[in-house]
Nanobody, 116 residues
Framework: QEQLVESGGGLAQPGGSLRLSCASS????????MAWYRQAPGKQRVMVAT???????TYADSVKGRFTIYRDNAKNTLYLQMNSLQLEDTAVYYC??????????WGQGTQVTVSS
């Protein structure tokens, strides 16, 4: 069964750091282009970072220089290292494939709250 399970969220202060994880199962993780998405309260879900099967990465302007996406194909796991967190980073974070027509069922996400 194809499944994505996000974890690692929590409460952080502005300027703090968190590392999110996304464990995949039921897919050949290594050949998939993957992404992190986030959905803030009252807003649409948006893509924040992508990583291709060969490791090429892209970032939304809002997180560039602060977030790092990476993957461990041996563990079938996607990561998002978030540094210099800002209040605006508060959202539920999800992982999924990059291409909309190939999205898997969304996981439960992991809540990130940045607050002083």
């Amino acid at each position: 069964q194809e499944q994505l399970v996000e974890s690692g969220g929590g409460l952080a202060q502005p300027g703090g750091s968190l590392r999110l994880s996304c464990a995949s199962s039921g897919i050949t993780f290594s050949v998939n282009d993957m992404a992190w998405y986030r959905q803030a309260p009252g807003k649409q879900r948006v893509m924040v970072a992508t990583i291709g099967s060969l490791g090429l990465t892209t970032y939304a302007d809002s997180v560039k220089g602060r977030f790092t996406i990476y993957r461990d194909n041996a563990k079938n796991t996607l990561y998002l290292q978030m540094n210099s967190l800002q209040l605006e980073d508060t959202a539920v974070y999800y992982c999924n494939r990059v291409i909309k027509t190939r999205w898997l069922n969304w996981g439960q996400g992991t809540q990130v709250t940045v607050s002083s």
